[in-house]
């Protein structure tokens, strides 16, 4: 499986965690209904309940033909899956017009600021997208990560809510704040199709975690795909541009995610739609593991699709769990 960086078509730990940027209406409820609902603090849980489960897994791809458009009428007879180099049967395979579970994390650090609008209008585009069915998860981060809306039905989206969360402010705690969004979403999710959408400039300087650290927390039997949708970076004039956008390019390398990349802050929302399409499209692939030992082993993926060829995004390997 491979990454790469898409631009517009021609339109071209536990964490802490509190209140975001997406929103529904039947959790926003307040006396005043001008003032926003108090911050509620949630100490996500160590573990997740990925045990029970194990060893069946739901493996989420993408498939994009040669034009970068997603293949969207694949069955399981057009895949072929490999563990450790051992061929895999497939149970089923869970396509387009399915519910998915989504995650929104969303940078509000300072570097955030310029592109509010821009990063509301894609936040609402995202959910408003998803099929019937979904529901959706989301998290806003600067120094710290929040947790807002635990997973909601996306038929109770209010697309207001998400303008009125969006405060700009403070350092840029990325990694901490995946890891604590990928454990959360790992251990709630309730659909076999999974996405995460990171909406970012790739700025960080505030986490106590490292990019491997973030990584490791991706490699879950049960993680979703991961969207990266690039922030301009002012303008790219920023002097760490280059490095932040490196950044992204890192977490999707070793995650198997793939990144959306904008050069100003037009490309926001038709990036975002360019998700949604793919989000609609992807794959969850559900095979049993012929290695069923909870040794925390890290296991190497390989997902083709022979006929037709097509570039496969996914994870590229995952950790069995431990004992």
């Not at 969207?227 to 303008?235: Q, S």
Request: charged share 20%.
């Amino acid at each position: 499986m491979q990454i790469s960086e898409v631009r517009p078509m021609v339109m071209r730990a536990v964490l802490v965690v509190t209140a975001c940027c997406c929103a529904f209406s039947a959790l926003a409820q307040s006396s005043d209904p001008g003032m926003l609902p108090p911050p509620r603090k949630v100490h996500l849980p160590p573990d997740t309940p990925v045990k029970p489960y194990w060893p069946e897994i739901h493996l989420n791809v993408l498939v994009l033909d040669r034009d970068r458009h997603p293949q969207k009428q694949l069955t399981k007879q057009d895949f072929q899956l490999k563990q450790d180099g051992a061929a895999q049967a497939i149970a089923s395979v869970t396509g387009q017009d399915a519910p998915v579970s989504l995650g929104l994390i969303i940078d509000t650090s300072s570097t955030s600021q310029p592109y509010r609008q821009q990063i509301a209008d894609a936040a609402i585009a995202l959910v408003k997208g998803l099929p019937p069915g979904s529901e959706v998860m989301s998290v806003l981060f600067a120094e710290e990560g929040f947790l807002d809306v635990p997973f909601a039905p996306v038929s109770a989206f209010d697309p207001d809510y998400v303008v009125r969360h969006l405060e700009s402010r403070g350092g840029t705690a990325l990694f901490d704040s995946l890891i604590a969004a990928n454990d959360y979403f790992v251990g709630h999710a309730h659909e076999k199709r999974r996405a995460m959408v990171l909406i970012s400039d790739g700025g960080e300087n505030a986490s106590g975690h490292s990019l491997n650290d973030a990584a490791h927390s991706m490699l879950t039997p049960r993680s979703p795909l991961l969207y990266l949708l690039g922030l301009p970076n002012e303008g790219g004039k920023s002097a760490h541009a280059g490095e932040d956008r490196d950044r992204l390019k890192n977490i999707a390398r070793v995650s198997g995610g793939i990144v959306y990349a904008a050069r100003k802050p037009d490309d926001v929302l038709p990036l975002a739609n360019q998700i949604s399409d793919a989000i609609r499209s992807q794959y969850a692939l559900t095979y049993t593991s012929t290695d069923t030992a909870l040794n925390g082993q890290l296991h190497k993926l390989e997902v083709t699709v022979p006929h037709g060829g097509g570039q496969v995004f996914g994870l590229p390997e995952y950790l069995a769990p431990s004992p």
